[in-house]
């Protein structure tokens, strides 16, 4: 996790708490940028309001992944009685609930894993931030995320946790890179890989 930008003085701000630009699924590990003043945090949400912003995740997907892929599906929330939380799924695009959803993958590496058979390594950016966007939109084209309870393969899923005793998502924001307007020059941020990626790629 980084923080953003200028040097925090409280006495300048001290009617300012500092805050992070947006959010990430809970079960993603990431990348996360704060605001220490109110104007870099204004900046954070204007950029991110305009696309201004680039996001890369890594992913471990079920299946053998082609070597590229862009989705273009709208996306909607619903609610999940089953799960009894919020989810989202793919939409037709004249719902008006639905929202353009745009998500772009490159295919990094293909594994045969000894336990979860074939899975792929692949680095993803999106136009786009819907709530679990990646993972719907990957479900969708029929490559899950391991360890994705929600959208994901419950029979792999079921190996990764009682063979293997891994119950992580592997979904990582990686890297956040962006223009700062304060110091004139494109800044990037990156979060080391998660040990949970480790230990399935390197079997």
Same mark, same amino acid.
């Given at each position: 996790?980084?923080?953003?930008?200028?040097?925090?003085?409280?006495?300048?701000?001290?009617?300012?708490?500092?805050?992070?630009?947006?959010?990430?699924?809970?079960?993603?590990?990431?990348?996360?940028?704060?605001?220490?003043?109110?104007?870099?945090?204004?900046?954070?949400?204007?950029?991110?309001?305009?696309?201004?912003?680039? &996001? %890369?995740?890594? =992913?471990?997907?079920?299946?053998?992944?082609?070597? #590229?892929?862009? @989705?273009?599906?709208?996306?909607?929330? *619903?609610?999940?009685?089953?799960?009894?939380?919020?989810?989202?799924?793919?939409?037709?695009?004249?719902?008006?609930?639905? &929202? %353009?959803?745009? =998500?772009?993958?490159?295919?990094?590496?293909?594994? #045969?894993?000894? @336990?979860?058979?074939?899975?792929?390594? *692949?680095?993803?950016?999106?136009?786009?931030?819907?709530?679990?966007?990646?993972?719907?939109?990957?479900?969708?084209?029929?490559?899950?995320?391991?360890?994705?309870?929600?959208?994901?393969?419950?029979?792999?899923?079921?190996?990764?946790?009682?063979?293997?005793? *891994?119950?992580?998502?592997?979904?990582?924001?990686?890297?956040?890179?962006?223009?700062?307007?304060?110091?004139?020059?494109?800044?990037?941020?990156?979060?080391?890989?998660?040990?949970?990626?480790?230990?399935?790629?390197?079997?």
């Amino acid at each position: 996790m980084h923080d953003l930008l200028r040097a925090y003085i409280p006495s300048k701000d001290w009617t300012f708490n500092p805050s992070f630009g947006y959010r990430l699924d809970k079960e993603t590990s990431w990348v996360l940028i704060a605001g220490k003043t109110y104007d870099s945090l204004q900046y954070i949400n204007e950029i991110i309001r305009n696309r201004q912003i680039q &996001k %890369e995740y890594l =992913t471990v997907v079920v299946g053998r992944f082609p070597k #590229q892929l862009s @989705i273009y599906k709208p996306l909607k929330k *619903i609610f999940s009685s089953k799960f009894q939380r919020g989810k989202t799924i793919v939409s037709d695009s004249e719902d008006i609930e639905s &929202k %353009e959803s745009t =998500t772009h993958c490159e295919l990094e590496k293909i594994f #045969q894993h000894p @336990i979860l058979w074939t899975i792929s390594l *692949i680095k993803v950016q999106i136009e786009t931030g819907r709530m679990h966007q990646i993972r719907v939109h990957l479900a969708d084209a029929g490559f899950p995320v391991l360890g994705d309870i929600l959208y994901g393969h419950p029979r792999i899923n079921r190996l990764l946790l009682e063979k293997l005793k *891994i119950k992580n998502l592997f979904l990582h924001c990686w890297k956040y890179s962006f223009w700062d307007n304060f110091a004139g020059n494109t800044v990037a941020f990156q979060a080391p890989i998660p040990n949970h990626f480790d230990l399935i790629l390197k079997k």
